[in-house]
């Protein structure tokens, strides 16, 4: 008799254990889901805050616009061709950055805007079109995406 209240507390035990265990991993699911959602809502807002920041270079410099946003030809030589050209190297950044992210963080593969915006800012800027030509290598997320740009892509709009 003893053995059977034993083995009857020892399955009892077992049974909660078990029960605990698959209440602690579904909660175990829901905090990684949460994280997951807050890490890729970051990675976002980083990659956004990149743009902003060349954009705000754009707005002081309003001249540079045409170079980025409507199409201008990088310009001979200068004073701007300088200026266009960093941007565009900060362009390429912000661009390859959010790529990346969108193919590396949890719960941002979604964000096909990413691609379109990329392929905008290639039909809109020979600038960046340039700099990411003359160094694939440097932008690895974003060079693959200057071969598949169409010239029927619109532009992103200012």
């Known amino acids: 008799m003893d053995t059977l209240i034993f083995g009857s507390i020892a399955s009892a035990a077992a049974i909660f254990s078990i029960l605990f265990s698959a209440?602690?991993?579904r909660q175990l699911t829901q905090q990684t889901a949460i994280t997951n959602g807050i890490a890729a809502a970051s990675a976002i807002y980083n990659s956004v805050e990149r743009l902003h920041n060349v954009g705000t270079l754009i707005?002081?410099?309003?001249?540079?616009?045409?170079y980025f946003f409507h199409g201008a030809a990088v310009p001979a030589d200068g004073h701007e061709r300088e200026q266009v050209l960093t941007l565009a190297h900060m362009f390429a950044d912000a661009l390859d950055y959010g790529l990346m992210i969108k193919s590396l963080a949890p719960g941002t593969g979604e964000y096909d805007c990413w691609d379109h915006y990329v392929a905008g800012m290639f039909a809109s800027s020979p600038a960046i079109?340039?700099?990411v030509s003359d160094h694939p290598s440097w932008w690895p997320a974003l060079?693959?995406?200057?071969q598949v740009t169409s010239p029927s892509t619109s532009a992103p709009s200012t």
């Open 23 to 25: 209440w602690q991993i």
């Open 143 to 146: 060079a693959p995406h200057l």
């Open 129 to 131: 079109r340039r700099v």
């Open 59 to 66: 707005f002081e410099h309003p001249q540079l616009n045409q």
